[in-house]
């Protein structure tokens, strides 16, 4: 394989690569977050993540599941993250930390149909409980603010997002065990 | 409430005020005692989790928030630029733009347009358009792992890119199949036919995963070991062909080799390392259970081969025939509409010409002239169709030196709704055609055309377009609809467009053409069957009807029609001719299945929502032996004869009803 010139053989990033990174966002994203607990901090990860995934890109190559590649390299990237904010508490203790990274990096593949899934369990979620969730994840939408647009109590806010949460995770579920039920 | 049930809506309600920071501390020691104290309950968190990501990128989209790094979008320092413009680095380029897009401060693509773009085909998509757009193609450093050799009627899956021939596919890419055969030859040699529907992932130059579907996996000598995973078992090639079909529901793998030998390997996921291996030999097959029991090994066990019919070669066109269907099928007395001319000229009787309306006619026939094309029709004795007795036949000329525009013309009879065939459920159109004349029948515009239609020629002309169900035709030169001027079988494609199917059978004057059409107006679909001069029976695949049609509403078309279009030809020249003869016209009730046949009908969807309904499989059980009748529409038939244990599977928009063994 050659290039147009020798400078740029390590700077190029190939399409595949790219188009595998850009696919994977959300997996990382998602992983991050169950490691995390905080969407912020894992949009942040996510960024350092593909920092490292870039300069890596050469050994694109030899990799066989780019997912866990990347999962593997958020891990590191979420280690690095927790030594640097040293002072403050972190969510999971080191040793909880491994195994949900165990845990959960299998179930990054089929965040696709999760995604698909939950596409259409929004579907069947009345107007205003999917209205009201999404409020909850659009910009600035925090439980607060949502409870001061509906006139109603956070208190309330916060059940119904429960309520809200616990049918769509089963709706997803389901659609899960029905679709993707022979994947690692 | 049990203890469990209490105890994952607590887990739920805890993640709940998690995910929106209102947990105190007492309640987050508690979340995170649950979550170390099981796996459930990390199962839980995670899945409660992913859809927390889940939910704030898809209102981010909607929001048209930048998602991309800024760190990658060209600053200086993480990556190297040489500033050259040519050589200007792919990623700056892409990422520079992407930065620009997603910001909403380019001249290029405006806000709005980008949200637009947004909400019709989410961020992947974009970004998706934005690299086809803006990526050059650059020779990178990876070579693919696998490469699409050959495709046949693929379908992808929704959110996937399709692949066509020459594609390379690198690791980590899924490949996943509504239907359709598609080849990939991995870099070591290997070829992998997949047949939708199906998910396989391309794991490295020599092995794949096979989520769901099947796929036949053909190995050459030197790339020996070549595996395919699922989730039940690894199949080790030792220098085969084999077939491997994985259950969407539980991950069943059920393998068959059809030369050299296999090596079936399964590791249990716990305990100490325990790997089981088997080696399974051609014309033997197995299926490979996943247990419930956490942490055991699955279950072999041997069967029948051939109770999984792989596809292993992608077919070619025209379709292999399947089933050659017997003509006396048809031949049932009881409720027929039939034209076969016995009665001569008159119209008296129903079965003359042009006759009269009655038993499930509706009228008699009528003869269409347009424009310059005349036509002449007559009932002829000598030289019959197949030994059937009078016949009609039809001359149609067009003199040479007209307007050079096509007319049409035809013979066409209206058939009654009920009245003995019900028209509106599956019934088979049969009918022997001679082609007696061809003259200066050579341009793509010269037609002939067998159809069933909506209007008569007189409508047609007053309202338009008519609108046909099935469609059989022929044309002077290759046209889009018959590339080689074989008869062509028109049908719809998936994208409703009419599309034309080569027979592979030529038209020849002098030849007599048996058709048999098993027409399933619920299905939506026509499945034709031609035998040439009295001789074997060649059987296509069902299609799709060409066109909507008033079929919508009325649940079928009430005209049976024949007719031609010509160009004619300069002032001077020949008369362009086209003679056909027609005899023993039958309408009849599909027949039903038998006893002791597969039991069930119904048809099958094409909504995506539905697809794994789509596919069905029924299991032939005792005293159900026998050769398949109507069984053409039975793809995956091992062969005619059917035995008890065969599993029959239907390829999707297919009727059952039109399956039935005879005993």
């Known amino acids: 394989m050659s290039n147009l010139n020798d400078s740029g053989r390590d700077q190029t990033l190939p399409e595949p690569f790219v188009r595998v990174l850009l696919a994977n966002q959300g997996n990382i994203h998602a992983y991050v977050t169950s490691l995390v607990g905080n969407l912020e901090q894992a949009e942040e990860i996510l960024q350092e993540t593909n920092v490292v995934l870039c300069r890596e890109a050469d050994q694109f190559s030899t990799i066989t599941d780019f997912t866990a590649w990347a999962c593997r390299i958020a891990y590191f990237q979420v280690l690095r993250y927790r030594k640097q904010c040293q002072r403050d508490r972190h969510w999971f203790d080191d040793r909880l930390l ?87 | 409430m049990d203890k469990s049930t209490g105890d994952s809506e607590r887990l739920l309600r805890l993640l709940s005020l998690q995910t929106d920071g209102l947990l105190d501390n007492e309640q987050s020691k508690e979340l995170i005692a649950m979550v170390s104290a099981s796996k459930e309950a990390r199962q839980i968190y995670i899945a409660h989790m992913f859809l927390h990501s889940l939910m704030h990128r898809a209102a981010r989209l909607t929001d048209a928030v930048p998602v991309l790094p800024e760190e990658l979008s060209g600053s200086a320092g993480t990556l190297p630029d040489d500033g050259s413009q040519l050589g200007r680095p792919t990623r700056t380029l892409m990422l520079d733009f992407l930065g620009n897009v997603f910001r909403g401060g380019t001249d290029f693509l405006s806000r709005s347009l980008v949200l637009t773009l947004l909400l019709a085909v989410g961020l992947p998509g974009i970004l998706f358009l934005l690299l086809v757009l803006h990526v050059t193609r650059q020779p990178g450093p990876v070579t ?113 080799v059809f030369q050299g030998k296999v090596e079936l390997r399964a590791t249990a996921e716990e305990g100490p390392s325990r790997t089981l291996r088997q080696h399974l030999v ?191 035709c022929m044309v002077g030169k290759g046209n889009k609809y018959a590339k080689s001027g074989n008869w062509a079988l028109l049908r719809r494609d998936k994208k409703g467009k009419p599309i034309g199917v080569d027979s592979g059978i030529p ?75 027609v005899d023993s016209i039958r309408i009849t009730p599909a027949p039903a299945p038998q006893a002791g046949s597969i039991s069930g009908t119904g048809r099958t969807t094409r909504n995506r929502s539905s697809f794994m309904e789509s596919w069905s499989s029924f299991l032939v059980g005792p005293g159900d032996a026998g050769t398949g009748g109507l069984g053409k529409a039975c793809r995956h038939c091992p062969s005619d004869r059917t035995e008890q244990g065969h599993r029959f599977r239907f390829w999707h928009f297919m009727s059952f009803s039109s399956i039935a063994l005879a005993s």
């Open chain 1, 98 to 184: 491994n195994l949900v990274a165990q845990e959960a990096a299998p179930h990054t593949k089929e965040l696709g149909e999760r995604r698909r899934a939950l596409d259409e369990c929004l579907e069947k979620l009345s107007d205003l409980q999917r209205n009201l969730i999404m409020r909850r994840y659009s910009a600035n939408g925090s439980v607060q603010s949502v409870a001061r647009e509906c006139g109603r109590s956070p208190g309330a806010i916060s059940q119904s997002l429960y309520r809200i949460r616990a049918a769509l995770l089963k709706c997803i579920e389901h659609r899960i065990a029905l679709f993707e039920r022979g994947c690692q």
């Open chain 2, 144 to 256: 693919p792992l696998a490469k699409i050799t050959r495709t046949h009627e693929c379908v992808w899956s929704e959110g996937t890119t399709a692949l066509s021939t020459g594609a390379g596919v690198f690791a980590g890419e899924q490949l996943r199949l509504t239907e359709g055969l598609l080849e990939i030859t991995f870099a070591r040699g290997a070829k992998v036919l997949l047949e939708g529907p199906a998910t396989f992932n391309v794991t490295d130059a020599a092995q794949g995963f096979l989520h769901n579907g099947s796929l036949v996996a053909k190995v050459q000598k030197g790339a020996e070991g070549f595996t395919i995973q699922t989730p039940a078992v690894a199949v080790v090639d030792l220098g085969t062909e084999f077939g491997v079909r994985v259950d969407d529901e539980r991950g069943t793998a059920e393998v068959e």
């Open chain 2, 282 to 472: 051609a014309g033997r097959a197995a299926r490979v259970e996943v247990t419930d029991r956490q942490g055991a090994l699955p279950i072999i066990r041997e069967i029948t081969p051939a109770v999984v019919s792989f596809v292993r070669q992608i077919p070619q066109v025209p379709k292999r025939p399947l089933v050659p269907i017997k003509p006396s099928d048809a031949d049932k007395p009881e409720a027929a509409i039939v034209a076969d001319f016995s009665g001569g000229e008159g119209n008296a009787q129903v079965d003359q010409f042009p006759g009269v309306a009655g038993s499930g006619w509706a009228a008699g026939w009528n003869v269409g002239e347009a424009g310059e094309l005349k036509c002449i029709t007559s009932i002829e004795q000598a030289n019959p169709l197949l030994g059937g007795g009078k016949y009609l036949r039809v001359l149609v000329e067009r003199q040479s030196g007209g307007s050079g525009a096509c007319t049409c013309t035809a013979v066409d009879r209206r058939l009654a709704l009920t009245n003995g065939v019900d028209l509106t459920k599956p019934h088979v159109v049969s009918f022997n055609f001679r082609i007696d004349v061809l003259n200066r029948f050579g341009e793509a515009s010269d037609r002939l055309s067998i159809c069933n239609r909506n209007v008569s020629q007189m409508e047609y002309e007053r309202e338009g377009r008519p609108s046909s169900g099935w469609h059989i």
């Open chain 2, 507 to 581: 038209p020849r004057e002098g030849n007599t053409y048996s058709f048999r059409i098993l027409v399933d107006p619920p299905a939506r679909q026509w499945t034709p069957s031609i035998a040439v001069n009295g001789g074997k029976w060649i059987a296509f695949e069902p299609m799709g009807m060409r066109s909507k049609g008033t079929a919508k509403k009325n649940g079928y078309w009430p005209f049976l029609y024949f007719y031609c279009e010509m160009e004619g030809g300069n002032k001077g020249e020949d008369v362009e001719k086209i003679g056909f003869s």
